[in-house]
């Protein structure tokens, strides 16, 4: 198991890749930086450690689902690394038929190992360019 005070691996069950749009590290550095995590691919990681005079991690990372910009998976993550205070991390999506959970999460500890699985429910292509139930005529 990693020393960082932050890990989260994430599984991506959705049939596109998702791709960092946005980081946001103000306290903190990356040990592994969100990378394009392929389709159908589980135990991605990202992980941060903290910073030398600063007990404190916070941060976000924002992935886009395939290639529709407005499809995203928000996490989020405010760590004071003090005892006795409370870390809080948030895992939003832009779609209610973007499903992401989160799993692991303790709260009070000085380190948080999470797992995020995605899902994505939106109507998927088959391989003939035609959506489920529809036929090639319309």
Partial sequence: MSEAPFVCTINNLAYDEMRPQSTDLPLGRWVVYPEVIPGRKKAEEIEVIRQTRSPYV???????????????VKIGWDMPGVPGTTNIVNVETSHPEIIA??????????????????????EQPTRNGNGPG???DG
């Fill in 58 to 72: 916070r941060g976000l990372v924002v992935y886009q689902v395939g290639s529709d910009e407005s499809a995203w």
């Fill in 134 to 136: 529809k036929s090639a």
């Fill in 101 to 122: 959970t989160l799993d692991g999460f303790i709260g009070l500890n000085e380190t948080e190992s999470i797992t995020v699985t995605v899902v994505d429910a939106r």
